[in-house]
């Protein structure tokens, strides 16, 4: 199965000062000094000009990016129909700084869990946490997932093969917008489980004390799922995801690419 991940992805001046040197004579006269320039060499004007760029710009993209919106790219077929390969699309941040709540249908750009990415966390070194912070091509980066929310804190969980999702024992209308049906079921969290998107298998709830509980949403987790539910490295294989590790909302599709129409071919006469 594809990686499911959008890896979402995966879209200033020098100044010269003249010197001014007073003194003060036996008649209390004042005499200024020539006017002599303290300016550097051009070479040291260049660089410092260029460090003052690279630093507002880097401050901009940051406070930008933190607090505002920034441009992702779909990079697999996991939210097929809903979004497609190499669509680019704008994640909005600013509901989440003003406290507006996560609601089931939301599509969500996050880190995915350690267990699907065999065990490492996000790394903080300073290159990837710059690369974290601006998103610049060139620096480190860590892959990010889209999916939808399914799954609210104290939703209990159940998915039928070949019928849906399962929300406190009400099917969820989702016709609009999957696929189609899950070709799995999920009734307890010994049921989750699957290949990662390193090719290992996992299962986060085998151990005997808990595989036979229901599966019900955790306090400040949520549970989510690609809209292409047969191509999608979701909550059914990794389980629950940490609130924390939500990157944003995805807002608006502002790019996808169209195939040129095809015509039929006309022989010549």
Same mark, same amino acid.
């Given at each position: 199965?594809?990686?499911?991940?959008?890896?979402?992805?995966?879209?200033?001046?020098? /100044?010269?000062?003249?010197?001014? &040197?007073?003194?003060?004579?036996?008649?209390?006269?004042?005499?200024?000094?020539?006017?002599?320039?303290?300016?550097?060499?051009?070479?040291?004007?260049?660089?410092?000009?260029?460090?003052?760029?690279?630093?507002?710009?880097?401050?901009?993209?940051?406070?930008?990016?933190?607090?505002?919106?920034?441009?992702?790219?779909?990079?697999?077929?996991?939210?097929?129909?809903?979004? &497609?390969?190499?669509?680019?699309?704008?994640?909005?941040?600013?509901? /989440?700084?003003?406290?507006?709540?996560?609601?089931?249908?939301?599509?969500?750009?996050?880190?995915?869990?350690?267990?699907?990415?065999?065990?490492?966390?996000?790394?903080?070194?300073?290159?990837?946490?710059?690369?974290?912070?601006?998103?610049?091509?060139?620096?480190?980066?860590?892959?990010?997932?889209?999916?939808?929310?399914?799954?609210?804190?104290?939703?209990?969980?159940?998915?039928?093969?070949?019928?849906?999702?399962?929300?406190?024992? &009400?099917?969820?209308?989702?016709?609009?917008?999957?696929?189609?049906?899950?070709?799995?079921?999920?009734?307890?969290?010994?049921?989750?489980?699957?290949?990662?998107?390193?090719?290992?298998?996992?299962?986060?709830?085998?151990?005997?004390?808990?595989?036979?509980?229901?599966?019900?949403?955790?306090?400040?987790?949520?549970?989510?799922?690609?809209?292409?539910?047969?191509?999608?490295?979701?909550? /059914?294989?990794?389980?629950?995801?940490?609130?924390?590790?939500?990157?944003?909302?995805?807002?608006?599709?502002?790019?996808?690419?169209?195939?040129?129409?095809?015509?039929? /071919?006309?022989?010549?006469?």
């Amino acid at each position: 199965m594809e990686e499911q991940r959008s890896v979402l992805e995966p879209d200033r001046t020098s /100044h010269n000062t003249d010197s001014a &040197q007073t003194s003060n004579s036996g008649s209390g006269d004042v005499s200024n000094s020539s006017n002599a320039s303290s300016g550097g060499s051009p070479f040291v004007s260049v660089v410092k000009e260029i460090v003052e760029l690279v630093v507002v710009t880097l401050v901009l993209l940051i406070v930008i990016r933190f607090a505002l919106a920034e441009a992702r790219y779909i990079p697999s077929s996991s939210m097929e129909p809903t979004l &497609q390969i190499n669509d680019r699309l704008l994640v909005e941040k600013v509901s /989440h700084h003003i406290g507006k709540q996560i609601e089931r249908g939301d599509i969500l750009v996050f880190y995915p869990p350690p267990i699907e990415m065999g065990g490492q966390d996000l790394k903080n070194d300073p290159l990837t946490v710059l690369g974290r912070l601006t998103g610049l091509p060139f620096l480190p980066y860590e892959p990010a997932f889209i999916k939808r929310v399914v799954g609210l804190p104290g939703d209990h969980i159940r998915i039928q093969k070949g019928e849906g999702v399962y929300i406190n024992g &009400q099917l969820l209308d989702e016709n609009s917008y999957v696929k189609e049906a899950p070709n799995y079921d999920r009734n307890v969290l010994g049921d989750i489980g699957g290949p990662s998107s390193t090719g290992k298998m996992i299962r986060p709830f085998g151990d005997e004390a808990r595989a036979n509980d229901p599966i019900i949403v955790p306090a400040g987790h949520l549970f989510m799922m690609g809209d292409n539910r047969n191509n999608s490295e979701d909550s /059914h294989v990794w389980g629950f995801l940490p609130q924390e590790r939500v990157i944003g909302r995805a807002c608006l599709l502002f790019w996808r690419w169209i195939a040129p129409p095809k015509f039929p /071919h006309i022989p010549e006469e």
